[in-house]
T-cell receptor
Framework: EPEVTQTPSHQVTQMGQEVILRCVPI?????FYWYRQILGQKVEFLVS????????KSEIFDDQFSVERPDGSNFTLKIRSTKLEDSAMYFC???????????FGQGTRLTVV | KNEVEQSPQNLTAQEGEFITINCSYS?????LHWLQQHPGGGIVSLFM???GKKKHGRLIATINIQEKHSSLHITASHPRDSAVYIC??????????FGTGTSLTVIP
């Protein structure tokens, strides 16, 4: 069964460092998402991406964040200068058509120290 | 802003019991998803609903658009059903709003 894969599963980084979280969506999917979940809190939407551009983003997704689909298979989330409060589980998701189910990756746990 | 409320927040059940988890939301939606989050953190999509009812094995999901309410039912619950169940709604476009989740523990 096709699945969304995320790497790494856990990343520890120093405050102020740049991190790139990687996702490989399901191959024929068109819509891509990043979400985050701070420990003990609800999942929050960050950004959606369609047709090689951001289609929506939340107020969390400020100038420190960027997304890219560099090679037609990977979908990356970059955090330029990490802060302690960026520590969270980051989930990638993809779906094929607008009104279909989204498939989630297993998540990347980011710890900023 | 849409609020998504789930109840109960925590639920403990004996194996075999019938379980219901509820989700209410405050504005019109285009779709509602039920998700399962495993103890390790991974999320699995269980259902996407825009009307009516869906069934998958022991899981049943219903939605009442007029009442802005959805329920997830688990029949003949099993310890492996222990997880956090999350309701998420899509209003327009691609943005989802998530509930806080219901933590289910099924005791053998």
């Amino acid at each position: 069964e096709p699945e969304v894969t995320q790497t790494p599963s856990h990343q520890v980084t120093q405050m102020g460092q740049e991190v790139i979280l990687r996702c490989v969506p399901i191959s024929n999917h068109l819509y891509f998402y990043w979400y985050r979940q701070i420990l003990g809190q609800k999942v929050e939407f960050l950004v959606s991406f369609y047709n090689n551009e951001i289609s929506e983003k939340s107020e969390i997704f400020d100038d420190q964040f960027s997304v890219e689909r560099p090679d037609g298979s990977n979908f990356t989330l970059k955090i330029r200068s990490t802060k302690l409060e960026d520590s969270a589980m980051y989930f990638c998701a993809s779906k094929g058509e607008m009104n279909t189910e989204a498939f989630f990756g297993q998540g990347t746990r980011l710890t900023v120290v | 802003k849409n609020e998504v409320e789930q109840s109960p927040q925590n639920l403990t059940a004996q194996e075999g019991e019938f379980i219901t988890i509820n989700c209410s939301y405050s504005v019109g939606i285009s779709a509602l998803h039920w998700l399962q989050q495993h103890p390790g953190g991974g999320i699995v999509s269980l259902f996407m609903l825009s009307s009516g009812k869906k069934k998958h094995g022991r899981l049943i999901a219903t939605i009442n658009i007029q009442e802005k309410h959805s329920s997830l039912h688990i029949t003949a619950s099993h310890p492996r059903d222990s997880a956090v169940y999350i309701c998420a709604v899509r209003i327009t476009g691609n943005q989802f709003y998530f509930g806080t989740g219901t933590s289910l523990t099924v005791i053998p």
